[in-house]
């Protein structure tokens, strides 16, 4: 199994980006997916995850009302639609799968990551 994490890159605050996530190798037609952000001398902090079959959502309070996950079933792909972005959600954000489905915000839950994109927001 791979994860494809592309789409971020440098936006000025209250600007908008939309990373994605593509995955390779197996379907998680009953798992779930999920976006973290890592700081430098900090833990790797949840985001948010999306049930793949019934395409239930959840979010850190941080991001709830600016964030959205979303999926194309089709492509394979998770999305974070993310607005109104602020200085402090600079970050890499990683994109993580579980085979289970569920509500996991620790990343030592999932079983598979990407690799990272980096998302700078300017003040």
């Known amino acids: 199994v791979q994860l494809q994490a592309s789409g971020g890159g440098l936006v000025q605050a209250g600007g908008s980006l939309r990373p994605s996530c593509v995955a390779s190798g197996r379907t998680f037609s009953s798992g779930l997916m999920g976006w973290f952000r890592q700081v430098p001398g900090k833990e790797r902090e949840f985001v948010a995850s999306?049930?793949?079959?019934?395409?239930?959502?959840y979010y850190a309070d941080s991001v709830k009302g600016r964030f959205t996950i979303s999926r194309d079933n089709g492509k394979n792909t998770v999305y974070l639609q993310m607005n109104s972005l602020e200085p402090e959600d600079t970050a890499v954000y990683y994109c993580?799968?579980?085979?289970?489905?569920?509500?996991?915000?620790?990343?030592?839950?999932?079983?598979?990551w990407g690799q990272g994109t980096l998302v700078t927001v300017s003040s």
């Open positions: 993580a799968a579980r085979n289970m489905f569920g509500v996991f915000t620790t990343a030592s839950r999932y079983d598979y």
């Open positions: 999306l049930n793949w079959s019934g395409g239930v959502t």
